[in-house]
């Protein structure tokens, strides 16, 4: 563990967990992921060691394989992979898109997918809800799912679909129902498993996006893809809600993860500041370097104790909307500006790729925007926490 980011009080389970994370991410330093970033590969070897650890299986119950853990401690483990300087953007998906399958699937297809799951020999981690022209507003979403015998008939298109070459899964949000025959505009979107093998090539198309981070995210095309009846998940219609529930603990996880990259940037700044001498004298002796850290710190704590409110009233299964929301805007606030001041630190050699602060930099970015941008959090808070009229 570090020394000047000391973990919060908290239970030894959850101290034993981040041991083993830390230890598991050591075998996975900074030039591993520079070269896969210069790529822009996928990780594989250490998603496979975190899938054999059981890591990723952590939310899953203990009946179905995995470790049956609390959302807090899912929470740790997330934050514990960016804090080592790794990048769980690879892999988080297959932690929390399964939570959908066990909160509205059918007995048939728990027993079926989540025992796989749990294992790693099914990865789940491609989640298809973002479409070109609708971005945030899902429920302009226009891909359709038209039920024809016992199959569905999907058309459309997903933009920023992450880990689609990744994954053998894939939960889709498609309209069953045009938008004007119901009558709650929140009505008439389906989920469905998509069984990715079965599907490329026949109706499924995956076309990679180069992005400013080795993010592994495509725009897949659906063209007369067959999904079978089967795999719809849970009631016809009722997706969007199914896919709101699921969205809280992304968000606290995703929490969890910026914590993990501000403390990061923390560590490797006031490193840095305390063995950098110039006029005869660390830099961290000088208060305009100084404060900056001490400011992320700061900013960073008051965020960690958000994200662990959020997790804490998600276990209590109260609706965990408002604190969820909260908590990743926080964390990812916290990130960017750790981020910022990390590359400010170091000078010119915060932008040589051999310091990873470039790197990480790049791949803290993108929390401002994903899974949920933040104009979207304050609209929410705006909305929903304080009264306001809906803007939008
Ligand atoms: C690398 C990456 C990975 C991603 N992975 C996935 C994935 O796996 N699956 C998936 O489904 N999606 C994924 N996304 C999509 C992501 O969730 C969206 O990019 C995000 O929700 C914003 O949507 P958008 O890009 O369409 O922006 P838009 O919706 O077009 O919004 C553009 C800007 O306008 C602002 N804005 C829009 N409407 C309002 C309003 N009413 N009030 C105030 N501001 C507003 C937004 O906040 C944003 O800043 C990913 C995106 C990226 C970049």
């Known amino acids: 563990?570090?020394?000047?980011?000391?973990?919060?009080?908290?239970?030894?389970?959850?101290?034993?967990?981040?041991?083993?994370?830390?230890?598991?991410?050591?075998?996975?330093?900074?030039?591993?992921?520079?070269?896969?970033?210069r790529r822009r590969e996928y990780p594989t070897a250490?998603?496979?060691?975190?899938?054999e650890a059981g890591f990723l299986a952590a939310l899953i119950p203990e009946a179905y394989g995995g470790s049956g853990l609390t959302l807090r401690a899912a929470a740790v483990i997330m934050e514990e992979i960016q804090a080592s300087g790794c990048n769980g953007a690879a892999c988080h998906a297959q932690m929390y898109i399964m939570n959908t399958v066990l909160r509205h699937g059918s007995a048939a297809q728990k027993e079926k997918y989540l025992p796989?799951?749990?294992?790693?020999?099914?990865?789940?981690?491609?989640?298809?809800?973002?479409?070109?022209?609708?971005?945030?507003?899902?429920?302009?979403?226009?891909?359709t799912a038209r039920r024809e015998g016992d199959h569905y008939i999907v058309e459309g298109q997903k933009l920023w679909?992450?880990?689609?070459?990744?994954?053998?899964?894939?939960?889709?949000l498609a309209r069953t129902t045009p938008r004007d025959q119901v009558s709650k505009r929140t009505e008439g979107l389906s989920i469905f498993l998509?069984?990715?093998?079965?599907?490329?090539?026949?109706?499924?198309?995956?076309?990679?996006?180069?992005?400013?981070?080795?993010?592994?995210?495509?725009?897949?095309?659906?063209?007369?893809?067959k999904v079978p009846a089967a795999n719809l998940i849970g009631e016809e219609g009722k997706g969007f809600g199914y896919i709101l529930s699921g969205m809280n603990a992304e968000r606290i996880l995703i929490g969890a993860e910026c914590i993990g990259d501000a403390k990061w940037f923390i560590e490797k700044a006031a490193a840095y500041a305390r063995e950098r001498v110039l006029f005869g004298r660390p830099i961290g002796q000088n208060q305009g370097v100084q404060f900056p850290i001490a400011r992320a710190y700061v900013q960073m704590r008051a965020a960690e104790l958000m994200v662990r409110e959020a997790a804490e009233q998600y276990e209590t299964g109260a609706n965990a909307g408002a604190e969820a929301n909260m908590a990743k805007m926080l964390a990812?606030?916290?990130?960017?500006?750790?981020?910022?001041?990390?590359?400010?630190?170091?000078?010119?050699?915060?932008?040589?790729?051999?310091?990873?602060?470039?790197?990480?930099?790049?791949?803290?970015?993108?929390?401002?925007?994903?899974?949920i941008s933040t104009n979207m959090i304050l609209s929410?808070?705006?909305?929903?926490?304080l009264?306001?009229?809906?803007?939008y």
């Open 161 to 172: 679909t992450s880990r689609a070459e990744h994954s053998d899964l894939m939960l889709l």
């Open 1 to 37: 563990m570090n020394a000047i980011v000391p973990p919060a009080v908290e239970p030894e389970e959850l101290a034993e967990i981040r041991r083993a994370v830390r230890a598991l991410c050591a075998g996975f330093p900074g030039e591993y992921w520079r070269e896969l970033d």
């Open 194 to 225: 998509v069984d990715m093998g079965e599907a490329l090539g026949n109706g499924l198309t995956i076309r990679p996006i180069r992005t400013m981070m080795n993010h592994s995210t495509t725009e897949v095309f659906f063209d007369r893809m």
């Open 332 to 371: 990812a606030d916290a990130s960017w500006a750790a981020a910022d001041m990390c590359v400010q630190t170091h000078g010119g050699f915060g932008f040589a790729e051999e310091y990873d602060i470039e790197r990480k930099f790049r791949e803290a970015r993108l929390y401002q925007v994903a899974p």
């Open 380 to 385: 929410y808070v705006a909305e929903h926490v």
């Open 116 to 143: 796989k799951i749990a294992t790693g020999e099914l990865r789940l981690q491609a989640f298809g809800v973002t479409e070109p022209t609708s971005g945030t507003d899902t429920l302009s979403l226009r891909t």
């Open 46 to 51: 250490f998603v496979a060691a975190l899938t």
């Open 387 to 391: 009264g306001l009229p809906r803007s």
